[in-house]
T-cell receptor, first 114, second 118 residues
Framework: DVKVTQSSRYLVKRTGEKVFLECVQDMDHENMFWYRQDPGLGLRLIYFSYDVKMKEKGDIPEGYSVSREKKERFSLILESASTNQTSMYLC?????????????FGPGTRLTVT | AQKVTQAQTEISVVEKEDVTLDCVYETRDTTYYLFWYKQPPSGELVFLIRRNSFDEQNEISGRYSWNFQKSTSSFNFTITASQVVDSAVYFCALSGDAVSGGYQKVTFGTGTKLQVIP
């Protein structure tokens, strides 16, 4: 069974802290994504990665960075967390082109920055 | 730029009623893909359907059906005889095609929250 897991369901951090959100997929998918979901704004793409050590900016990359050292793991890093980064963060994976758009999502991490 | 509009923010229906969720999209691509995803209260988005821009046939899967109309740039989703388990947020989404390399960037709508009341 296809699976995308995220390290935490809920996380509370303080302003200025460095925050790591981890995502692991067991499907050998090439592509991995980080989205944030906010009420009234839907899902917005932060970064995605199409291969190990490769990454591309999404629509809202400011304040975030990512790391993909292994194919199955994609990390989202908030270098210095701010209150406007309080949100639900969703990780997803996608196999190479034959399954266009059929992304597999993790359960999400609800991050609160105080 | 791509855009997906789901004008209905929230819909409430009584169980067994039919309900249609609207989706209107904008793209300059000639080849593109449209999707619907369901996000139940547990939070994990689940893929429901994919349609490519060359296939305007409507699709039915059990109580779910989808109506794709290129002329109006719409891809609407109908649930027949709704059930409480259908309560969720539903997202319509759009991506480019695999050949142009735009397939990874999926643009999501803002979602429609459906509540089915028993």
């Amino acid at each position: 069974d296809v699976k995308v897991t995220q390290s935490s369901r809920y996380l509370v951090k303080r302003t200025g802290e460095k925050v790591f959100l981890e995502c692991v997929q067991d499907m050998d998918h090439e592509n991995m994504f980080w989205y944030r979901q906010d009420p009234g704004l839907g899902l917005r793409l932060i970064y995605f990665s199409y291969d190990v050590k490769m990454k591309e900016k999404g629509d809202i990359p400011e304040g975030y960075s990512v790391s993909r050292e292994k194919k199955e793991r994609f990390s989202l890093i908030l270098e210095s967390a701010s209150t406007n980064q309080t949100s639900m963060y969703l990780c997803a994976s996608l196999p190479l082109r034959d399954r266009v758009g059929e992304q597999y999502f993790g359960p999400g991490t609800r991050l609160t920055v105080t | 730029a791509q855009k997906v509009t789901q004008a209905q923010t929230e819909i409430s229906v009584v169980e067994k009623e039919d309900v249609t969720l609207d989706c209107v999209y904008e793209t300059r691509d000639t080849t593109y893909y449209l999707f619907w995803y369901k996000q139940p209260p547990s939070g994990e988005l689940v893929f429901l359907i994919r349609r490519n821009s060359f296939d305007e046939q409507n699709e039915i899967s059990g109580r779910y059906s989808w109506n794709f109309q290129k002329s109006t740039s719409s891809f609407n989703f109908t649930i027949t005889a709704s059930q409480v388990v259908d309560s969720a947020v539903y997202f319509c989404a759009l991506s480019g095609d695999a050949v142009s390399g735009g397939y990874q960037k999926v643009t999501f709508g803002t979602g429609t929250k459906l509540q089915v009341i028993p």
